[in-house]
């Protein structure tokens, strides 16, 4: 899909202080290369076992590598085609392992939800591959969810908007992927803005061949994901990260304090908004995206909010608590197996 005409993000002028920044992030260990693979990396598994999948893949064509990485015991998240579309990488994780496997060629239709990812919104019906229809807007994918046994994935519900009647003004939305296609996921399917104080709204995933819902903060291709753990408390002090497809990765800072939450309760009383706030700076287009505890060294994190706006003359990021949305919406959080 072509770039959309605009981007959102609730901005609100409210001072607060503070300074943010990044931590360690995990890296691939890289394999030799087998079969016709050009690129083999693994994380939290054996280089053994990735030389056997870039192997079982080479022995099959395109249209069955889902098979042939499902037939080894992983699941695919995502198969990435470079600028010039010669040649792709292809993710897939194992429990808690992931590997990445580049190949030469057209990459083949694989790609779901995880959290981190671009999302589009737009009133008009999404045509995957058209361009989008004016008024459109682009977030950013949260966590995973269980809502009356059915998979649905988070974002922001000022990303769909609420209209004075309460029902969804850009109610269509589609996963971005450029330079591929879109994939159209469907119609809002709750925004809980309508009856509380929480900016959230739940979409529906994407399913069927080719299409994978993992409980994962995506980091791009060139880095393994983090696969939630569990949900984390949005404690003041509490050091948290966020992904948004305008930030990038792993932005990562503090809860404030008890003594700096004068934007929290400016943005309750006034605004309608139930949030907590961080010291790290977010920009338009990160709405939506997963808050997340600091990664532990078996890389999980755990789930803690959905970015919401950002206040004052730095831009800092506020987000949307995960639990009362959870509460609100009866659902449960959909966490990764273990390794």
């Not at 139930?274 to 990664?295: E, L, M």
Request: aromatic share 4%.
């Amino acid at each position: 899909m072509a770039p959309p005409p605009k981007i959102a993000l609730i901005a609100v002028t409210v001072a607060l202080a503070g300074a943010g920044s990044a931590h360690a992030q995990s890296q691939y260990t890289r394999c030799d290369n087998a079969g016709d693979a050009t690129l083999v990396d693994v994380a939290a598994a054996s280089c053994d076992a990735a030389r056997a999948v870039a192997q079982a893949l080479a022995a099959a064509p395109d249209a069955r590598s889902e098979a042939a990485l499902r037939a080894a015991g992983w699941a695919p998240l995502r198969a990435a085609a470079n600028e010039s579309g010669t040649a792709y990488d292809l993710v897939a994780i194992r429990g808690r392992a992931t590997l990445r496997i580049r190949r030469n060629g057209p990459a083949p239709d694989l790609d779901g939800w995880a959290a981190g990812r671009e999302l589009l919104f737009a009133r008009e019906q999404l045509v995957g591959g058209r361009r989008p229809p004016r008024g459109a807007t682009v977030c950013t994918s949260a966590f995973l969810i269980r809502l009356r046994g059915h998979p649905g994935g988070l974002s922001a519900a000022h990303c769909g908007g609420t209209r004075k009647d309460g029902t969804t003004h850009r109610r269509n939305a589609a996963l971005r992927r450029p330079p591929q296609p879109g994939i159209v996921i469907g119609r809002v399917q709750r925004n809980v803005a309508r009856t509380r104080p929480l900016d959230a709204l739940v979409l529906p995933v994407p399913s069927g061949p080719g299409r994978s819902t993992a409980a994962v903060v995506d980091r791009g291709v060139s880095r393994p994901p983090w696969f939630v753990g569990g949900l984390g408390r949005p404690t003041a002090g509490r050091r948290v990260c966020f992904s948004g497809r305008t930030s990038g990765v792993d932005r990562c800072g503090e809860i404030v304090s008890a003594t700096k939450r004068r934007a929290e309760l400016l943005l309750s009383a006034f605004a309608g908004t139930r949030v907590r706030c961080t010291t790290i700076s977010a920009r338009a287009g990160d709405s939506g995206g997963p808050v997340y505890t600091a990664a532990r060294g078996d890389g999980t994190v755990h789930a803690v909010g959905i970015t919401t706006l950002v206040v004052g003359p730095r831009a800092r990021m506020c987000f949307t608590p995960l639990q009362p949305v959870l509460t609100a919406l009866n659902a449960t959080l959909v966490t990764a197996p273990g390794g």
